[in-house]
């Protein structure tokens, strides 16, 4: 084993030089590292956009006003005649047409964007989808579909006065097949509270991020949602089994299946994964969820180098292999956000990179090894500088908030421009300090870089104090460029929504996004389904 735990007990949130056993006593003198017991932490779950009150909600800019390009497609305005047929399918209280009760499903998490709809729906079975988007069809009346409204580019919110339809009561758990380990769920589930249900009989969710106790697992698959673990169990593409969506026209599309193996025909649900609520509504999902596992442990690392980030990845990707759950990055101004705004505290010494590697096994001794010698090789090669490592589930819970809790962190500072890119390994950090010199005279507060350099995502994140038209646009005009010439993606799970179909011809040929169209056009014809977002016109 590579630390004593009775060792470290007695030295409980302290850095000690002398705990560890002699074999490792060459790798104290580099680094120090500590196997931590600590007191229970609380799980913070991101705060919901739902308990905005009106006047936080009314002092986010408008959509229409802030983005004056942008225009009304021809579609009706609601009357009370719509209301009226509403509360005949869903009665009056699943039917919130009060302003109060609005505002906030007008709004972004981030404020970034807010609309102008004057009614909310809130279905509660695939039946009552199907009437609303038949009639909305019909009527020739635009819709947002709207899960825990926690998506990232704008793309949950409506952008004029489009009909909102939320799936938060659409949180039924149908089924869970504890053997093949699929469960099969309405779309409005927490994921969190799915991964409670899992916890209990011994599986887990195949995803997880930060926004996990308010997102919804429609909102997911809507998404591709990637998350901190994409690493270890793949996209969303591979886990989701079979999918219930309902198309504009009101029609029922039945996916879904629970077979890990099924090749008739074209593969429909992954037409639904990552299209973002504009080919159909997500009614039910079913997943495949792996083994809870049984031994976990968490490194918390501080190194000097951006390349030394790199290589400890390599590093942990060869000797940790098939135990690597999780490789993240953050840099110092990524740390100061949630340091300074969020009071969390950063567990190791100053450091320009950290790093947080976790690995999930089954067998504690043989992970414990293998971590033991990773670490070793990391911190004698001089790779690691600094770091603390732990078994202790509210102590990891503890550390993963410095990461987690990011978004929320950055949000604090004002306004946050967001670039959430896939980069090839080597130019995963380059954009970073070239963005901070190009901002260094302007109204910019923090450049950050962090993310899930396990999976090549870089998030890079500016903040101001308010929004900056020209700092928008100037940022804009550098990133996507570049991003496109080092053949990266310009949005790598964060999806496309209102903020980014200008910009999908950086990553997208114009054929495909001319099939895109098409396939756009013969599911939804009259284009209701959540108009001005993910396609460009
Ligand atoms: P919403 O925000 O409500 O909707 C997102 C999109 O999906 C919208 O276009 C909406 O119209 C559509 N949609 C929602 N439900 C349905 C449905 N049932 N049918 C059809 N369309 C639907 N994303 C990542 O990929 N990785 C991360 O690590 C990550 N971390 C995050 C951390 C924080 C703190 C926050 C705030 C967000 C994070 N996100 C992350 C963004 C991510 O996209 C969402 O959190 C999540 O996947 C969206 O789920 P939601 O239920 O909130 O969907
Ligand atoms: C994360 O990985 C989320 O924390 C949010 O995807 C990223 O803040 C961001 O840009
Ligand atoms: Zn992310």
Redesign the pocket.
Known sequence: MFFSAECCDAHEGQIHRTCVTAATMHIQMAARFLLVRSSPSRVIS?SQTRHLSTKAAQSVELTSERYPDVRRGNFSKLNPGHISFFESILGKNRVLTDRADVESYNV???KMVRGASEVVLKPKTTEEVSKILKFCNEENLAV??????????G??VPVFDEVILS?TL?NEIISIDEVSGVLVCQ??CILEVLDNYLSERGLIMPLD???KG???????????????RLIRYGSLHGSVLGIE?VKADGEVIDCLSTLKKDNTGYHLKHL?IG????L????KVAIHCPPAPKAINLAFLGLQTFEDVLKTLQLAKHSLAEILSSCEMMDNPTMQAVTQNLKLKCPVEEYPFYMLIETSGSDSKHDEEKLSKFLEEAMSSNLVRDGTLTSEPSRIKQLWQLR??V??GLVHDGYVYKY?ISLPSKMFYAAVPKVAEMLRETKAMRVTGYG?VGDGNLHLNVTSKQYEHDLDSLIESYVFKWTSQVRGSISA???I?FKKPKVMHYSKSQSAIGLMQQIKKLMDPKGIL?PY??LPE
């Open positions: 991101v972004d998490w981030m947002c579909p709207q899960g825990g409204n926690t998506g990232l580019v793309g949950s799936t659409m779309a409005g991020l930060g926004a308010s997102c919804n697992i429609g909102g997911n698959v809507s998404t591709n949602a990637g998350g901190i969506a639904f299209s973002e609520g504009t159909g509504v997500v009614t987690e809790r978004a929320e959430d899930h799970e964060h999806g929504g959540n977002k993910v």
